[in-house]
């Protein structure tokens, strides 16, 4: 299974962000697994944003107070994280999992910079 990211890299105060996340090797939609997302800012831990199960249903960490609304698209076998109102506190690197049997694995990640 891989996991890719891709995303603007760099994108203007208060603009929204759009990430794409694309699998292969596997279905987003097979039974049993969730896709999510985490971020790291610089010289940060890992901060855990949200997912989508296999239904569509989604889950998100309470601190993006309604900034984003994870979709999918089954047809390209993606989903993404929409963040809107971005802001330095923004700037990080950007990947996407599955959980299965625990959270692996990951992509490579994508950087995410705030351009003021």
């Known amino acids: 299974v891989q996991l890719q990211e891709s995303g603007p890299g760099l994108v203007k105060p208060s603009q929204t962000l759009s990430l794409t996340c694309t699998v292969s090797?596997?279905?987003?939609?097979?039974?049993?697994?969730?896709w999510g997302w985490i971020r790291q800012p610089p010289g940060t831990e890992p901060e855990w944003k949200g997912a989508?199960?296999?239904?569509?249903?989604?889950y998100y960490n309470p601190s993006l107070k309604n900034r984003t609304s994870i979709s999918r698209d089954t047809s390209k076998n993606q989903f993404t994280l929409p963040l809107s109102a971005v802001a330095p506190r923004d700037t990080a690197v950007y990947y996407c999992?599955?959980?299965?049997?625990?959270?692996?694995?990951w992509g490579q990640g994508t950087q995410v910079n705030d351009s003021s």
């Open positions: 999992g599955r959980r299965k049997e625990g959270w692996t694995p």
């Open positions: 090797g596997d279905s987003i939609t097979a039974n049993g697994a969730v």
């Open positions: 989508i199960d296999t239904s569509g249903s989604s």
